[in-house]
C-alpha cells in the first residue's frame, strides 16, 4: 500500500490498516449508565450551552486535560481497552523501520532527518524503529538523528520516556513549554516530546501515525427531507443522567466540510485530520521527507463508524463516558484531496498487502529460524 509518487523532493505515502471491527453507536442492550465524573462534566455543559456536536463530544471524552479518556490511562494492551499491531510484535514496527531508511536513502541519503511519531502510545513502535536504526548503523552513519513525539497524554508520555529512555539519563521537563519534556533514547538519540505537531522543528522528517487519526474528533451528519443535519448529543429528557442523540434543527457549520456530490445519506467528516494533513504536507513540500499513516479507515464510502471499545468489547459511546476508547475510521480520501496539489499521495492499501510487500514473511522464518536455533543451543549445553 505504499504507494508513492514524487512531489519535488516531498512525498507522503498513506497506506491504511484495515481494522475489522463492528459498529456501536448507541443502540446496544442496555449497559451500566454509570455517572462518571466526565458525564457530569458533559451534562453539565450541555445544560449551560445546548446540544453538543459529536467532534466536540469526542473531544472532551478523549483529551480533557483533566478528565480526558487519554489523558490518564493506559489502556494498550491485554490489561486495557485495546490492543494494537506494534504491541502485538515488532516485526510491523521492523518493517515501517525499513520502510523509511528506504525512503531516505532514494531520496539522496540526507545528512539528517526527523523522526517525528503522532500519537506514540506506549513508546512500542518508534522503539522498533530506532532498533532497525540502530541495526542498519553502518547505512546511517553519519546521518544525524532526532526523535520528536506528539503526544497529549501525560501518562503515556511518561510510560513512552520509560520504554524509550536512557534511565541514567535524567529527563528535562517543563509542562509550560511547548516542549514539556525532553531525554536520550537508548541508543543516544535526542528525543523530545511536544502537544501540537505545529510545535515541532520544521526540518527534513519521516512522520508516523499510527491509530492516531481515528481518535480525532469526527462530526456526523445525517440526509434529512430538510437537507443535512449534524447529530448531536444531548441529554436524555426521559432518564436522569443518561445522554442521547439529536439531529440540529437547522444547519451547522460542519456542513461546509461534506462534498457537493455526497451520495451516502450518513457522513461523518473529522476537519482536524484535514487541518494535521496540511500541516503535514506544507511541511514535506518546504523541508523535504515521508508520512506513513496507518490507520483503519476507507476510502470515502463508509457510514457510520463512531464507536467505542472497554476492554476489548464494543463499548455504547454514550455510556459512561471517559471509561471507553471512542474511535471512528478514517475516511482516506478527504486526507488525499487535502494532500493533493502539495504532494504526493498514494494508498491506502491494506496493512496486509503492505507487510507483504515489506517482506514480513521473510523476516517471520528469520525469526523463527533464530528462534530455534538458539532453542537447540540451549539444549545442547544442557545435555
Ligand atoms: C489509539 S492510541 C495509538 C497508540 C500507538 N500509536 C499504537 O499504535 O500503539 C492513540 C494515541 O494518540 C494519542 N492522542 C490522541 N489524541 C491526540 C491528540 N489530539 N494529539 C496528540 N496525541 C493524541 C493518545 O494519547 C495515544 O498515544
Redesign the pocket.
Known sequence: MNALVRYRVARVGIPCIWRRKCFSSGNEPAESNRVTPMLRHLIYKIKSTGPITVAEYMKEV??NPVKGY??HHD??GEKGD?I????ISQLFGELLGIWFVSEWMTSGKNTAFQLV??????G??TGDVLRVFSQLGSVLKNCDISVHL????QK?SEIQALTLTEEKIPLERDAESLVYMKGVTKSGIPVSWY??LKDVPKGYSFYL????F???PVHKFQKTRQGWREVLVDIDPQVSDKLRFVLAPCTTPAEAFIQHDEQRDHVEVCP?AGVIIQELSQRIALTGGAALIADYGHDGTKTDTFRGFCGHQLHNVLIAPGTA?L?ADVDFSYLHRIAQGKVAALGPVEQRTFLKNMGIDIRLKVMVYLTNTKYLHLKFIYK
Do not use: I, K, N
Request: proline fraction near 6%; charged fraction near 30%; glycine fraction near 6%.
Open positions: 478523549l483529551t487519554y489523558v489502556m494498550l485495546f494494537t499491531s506494534p504491541e511519531e503522532l500519537g506514540p502510545g506506549r512500542t513502535l506528539v503526544e497529549v497524554s503515556l502537544r501540537d501515525a499510527h491509530e492516531f481515528d481518535t480525532l482536524d476508547d474511535t
